[in-house]
């Protein structure tokens, strides 16, 4: 099920990302892109009198940094990204810990954000992205891993005599589903990749392309071509019109031909190309395609310089985000950012027409968001929405009173408190949220349990897990 957005589009919430998530409605994104800190021990810094002087976060992980709560809680929620985050802890040391268990229970929140043909991109580096792509695949499902894009930033970064250059970032991207919204982007042809095409001097350059496919559904596609058969275990497979220039008169019935049709009726109009053995081609024009298609490599894209720069730390080029806003959604479509910094994803949508909520930590993003989309827009743009709080979810409908639910939880328990594992008499179990509500947990049913009045009154406002922690 699909729903509306609870908030309006250009809105940028400061302060944590959590809550933020928490509060807004499922099915409701349409592409999440997340620049997070990278777990670099390192402190980042704007210079003074650039345009994002005062921006400054820190990227060193301690277990004081978190909620070390979570972390019991993901043990229910999400069993897989627990395992992953106790790995972590032997193989790397606290820190890490620390970082991944920030990390999921966002990334859980945006998960279930994303609508079904929904995707979401993380930006990474070498440091911890082995981690990310193992929490990601027990998050999303390793089944919805669609592709480590690489992205190289600079042509080298921190010699070192003793390695070889760092000088790439990584982008995970997954699917919420095999129904994503995915449009095909493309580079366009260099020179030398045309340069030993023939050349027509109306139509332009050309090659010749194979005719044959792999099935072709009717007789005719293996049938006899003048003097030609298709190869073994292949039939002719002529191209639909739209691979030729317009200004060829291809017969307007040419969809409903047969293979074999179709292929001498391209021959009549000199659109087959016959090689000195007798092999046919069709003649495949460059003014026919779109360009050659992008690939999980990215060279082509450099880092930010010039007047798009901001000196923001870690601050990525608008055409990467171009890029990937392009690839997995459509004009009018929500683009979220949790972590967005100098707003270049937010920009970036702007400029495609598409919706876009972002979350930061400083306000120097509010800032920087109506710098740079007032230099797009012009000053009647107006200014981004800057909430005080975080929005209240209206996708659950009106929900009954909690308590109603005592009865169903008395039964699917069988009447066994979840904190003492205890049986007792319906009459001394009561309702409790799971995460409280004053931390943006719900009455939904998903978030309710029974636990004996006793246990209720000792957890009193904790998390589950927090409770737990202290018994």
Known sequence: MTNQPNFKSGTVWVGDNLPVLRGMNSNSVDLVYLDPPFKSDRNYEAPIGSEAAGAAFKDMWTLDDI???EHGELADRNPAAYAVIEAAKHTDGKGMMAYLIYMAVRLLELKRLLKKTGSIYLHCDDTAGHYLKLLMDGLFGSAHFKNEIVWKRTSGKGHNPTRYMRNVDYILFYAKSEKRTWNQQYLPYKDDHTKNWKNDPLLGKWTPADLSGGKGGSQSAYEEFNGAFPPAGRAWAPPKRQKFPSIIPIPENYEIMNPLEKCKTLDTLNMIHWSKSGKPYYKKFKSTLKGIYCSSLIEDIPPVKGKESTNYP?????????RIINASSNEGDMVLDPFCGCATSLVAADRLQRQWAGIDLSPLAVKLVNERIIKDRGPLWGSVIVPDHPPTRTDLGKLPNYRTHR????????????????HFPFRVMEVDHILPRSRGGTDHQDNLQLLCSGCNKSKGSDTMAEWRARQ
């Open 314 to 322: 870690t601050q990525k080029p608008v055409k990467l985000l171009e």
């Open 67 to 69: 909620d070390v709560h």
């Open 407 to 422: 009865h169903r939880l008395y039964g699917e328990q069988e009447g066994i408190c979840v904190g003492c594992d205890t």
